[in-house]
């Protein structure tokens, strides 16, 4: 290994979360590709918006949301 790879960026715990999801959110994109993830995107808030309208499903619905918005950003930018 190079020197470069031996230096990590260390996340801070209180960010692992956000760093995590942010992580998957760029594997997706990867692996699919930006036209993809974009409509997965839409596709996760809008059934995220129909699961928060029911007040039980808005426990799903509300990281649904999240999780399309994040997908269909990475995806445009």
Request: hydrophobic content about 65%; glycine content about 10%.
């Amino acid at each position: 290994m190079t020197e470069a790879h031996e230096h990590k960026h260390r996340v801070p715990w209180y960010l692992w979360p956000f760093w995590a999801i942010w992580k998957l959110v760029v594997g997706i994109v990867e692996a699919t590709g930006r036209l993809v993830a974009i409509i997965l995107g839409l596709v996760f808030l809008i059934v995220g918006v129909v699961l928060t309208v029911t007040v039980i499903g808005a426990i799903v619905g509300i990281p649904f949301i999240i999780f399309g918005l994040l997908l269909t950003v990475r995806g445009l930018f």
